[in-house]
């Protein structure tokens, strides 16, 4: 069963929404090369708590930290601690709040300095295939039409989208149904209709769609360890179009 919110919830999520939004201004002032993510994740944690939010992935079935910093070749779950930040290295930060009994969650990958043609590429394809894909939850469209998209968009610029790891509905619970892979053919699965809000995050590699997890159980890489890169956003269907909870 997807959930359908009502019009107060919508508003609830908005607010928890509009956390997220802030602490990713605040987050982004201060990213340079000598940052370590462990001080990434801090500021995080300090800034959601300002709003008498809570950080919803700290303690998530045992998640030790936050928020996720993966960078470069981490393709999402990276745990924060003393990596430094260098020159020319992509970082996904994603994040989760959780206020007033409900749930939001947004990914953004950045720039540290000058990176590579190749990760600007990434980035600016990731970013236009999660655009897509937010395209697609109107209400009619099926839930496939947004993975296509997504999927379409990446192949087309030669990039592999990730296969284990996908989107989900969001609300009173971090993850609830559906679940939103970011491939497959249009026109599947149920059909999206107002109040339904989906977690919709593309994850693009440069090469291999193979990812594995590191020894911490939590940090997905490549398998082939070329660069990956992650954005989403909590996304109403609405009567009016898609509705960004998290910008
Ligand atoms: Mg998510």
């Known amino acids: 069963?997807?959930?359908i919110r009502t019009?107060?919830?919508?508003?609830?999520?908005?607010?928890?929404?509009e956390v997220l939004k802030r602490c990713f201004l605040e987050v982004e002032k201060v990213l340079r090369p000598g940052l370590t993510t462990g001080e990434i994740d801090s500021l995080a944690e300090e800034y959601i708590r300002s709003y008498?939010?809570?950080?919803?992935?700290?303690g998530y079935q045992g998640f030790p930290a936050s928020v996720c910093t993966s960078v470069n070749e981490q393709v999402v779950h990276?745990?924060?601690?003393?990596?430094?930040?260098?020159?020319?290295?992509?970082?996904?930060?994603?994040?989760?709040?959780?206020?007033?009994?409900?749930?939001s969650d947004a990914s953004r990958t950045y720039m540290i300095g000058e990176v590579s043609e190749e990760a600007v590429k990434l980035l600016r394809v990731t970013k236009e295939a999660l655009e897509l894909g937010i395209d697609k939850a109107r209400s009619g469209n099926h839930l496939s039409d947004i993975s296509h998209a997504v999927q379409a968009h990446a192949e087309n610029n030669?990039?592999?989208?990730?296969?284990?790891?996908?989107?989900?509905?969001?609300?009173?619970?971090?993850?609830?149904?559906?679940?939103?892979?970011?491939?497959g053919p249009p026109g599947n699965g149920p059909v999206l209709k107002p109040g339904m809000v989906l977690a919709i995050?593309?994850?693009l590699n440069v090469g291999t769609k193979d990812v594995l997890t590191l020894k911490d159980n939590?940090?997905?890489?490549?398998?082939?360890?070329?660069?990956?890169?992650?954005?989403e956003d909590t996304v109403a269907v609405t009567e009016n179009g898609p509705m960004i909870m998290t910008r």
């Open 7 to 17: 019009r107060t919830e919508l508003d609830l999520l908005r607010k928890s929404g």
């Open 78 to 103: 990276g745990i924060p601690g003393p990596r430094e930040l260098r020159e020319g290295d992509i970082i996904g930060i994603d994040m989760g709040v959780l206020r007033e009994e409900y749930y």
């Open 52 to 58: 008498d939010a809570v950080p919803a992935f700290k």
């Open 1 to 3: 069963m997807i959930a």
């Open 158 to 183: 030669g990039f592999q989208v990730v296969r284990v790891l996908v989107g989900h509905g969001i609300g009173r619970r971090m993850h609830e149904e559906p679940q939103i892979p970011n491939y």
């Open 201 to 203: 995050e593309p994850m």
């Open 218 to 231: 939590w940090t997905y890489v490549t398998v082939d360890g070329s660069l990956s890169a992650h954005f």
